[in-house]
């Protein structure tokens, strides 16, 4: 291997180290990340019961990040963490209504299942994310993801 071919090698680790430490995020970033993250779920989960009636089979409620965040919303005030605990509690019992009939293979009981209770904690929860976003951020949309390095030489995800 010649000098040349090191030096391109040095370069790129370089790069992508360089990357890696200005990639780090800082707590108040993390805190608007993760209430966006949740706004994005109660959306979904408010177009779920808007149009659960619609489907023949149910679909599950998201929860993902509330199931990966909800000890660290510290960052929320308290009787917001109260409307999303409510909301998210009422969520895992409805996906487990939904998870237990289609274990046992009745659907159809799904059906008498009144996700429409959903409806006020889940509008309250996407209230409250609003105006903290906009109070912390000044926006309740997310902010525009801009290509980092390596996503300029190697293609982004997009």
Known sequence: MDLGNLLIIVAILGLVALQFFLRRRRPETMSQEVAQRLLTEVKVNQVLVETSHLREKPKKFMATTWHINKTKLDFLGQSL????????????????????????????????????????????????????????????????????MLDTLFGGRG
């Open 81 to 148: 963490q109260s409307t999303l605990s409510d909301a998210f509690g009422m969520v895992e019992d409805f996906n487990q209504q939904i998870g237990a009939a289609k274990k046992r293979g009745s659907i159809g009981y799904v059906v008498y299942i009144d996700v429409n209770k959903l409806k006020g904690p889940l509008e309250k929860s996407k209230q409250g994310l609003e105006e903290w976003l906009l109070a912390k951020t000044g926006s309740k949309e997310p902010p525009p993801k801009y290509p980092s």
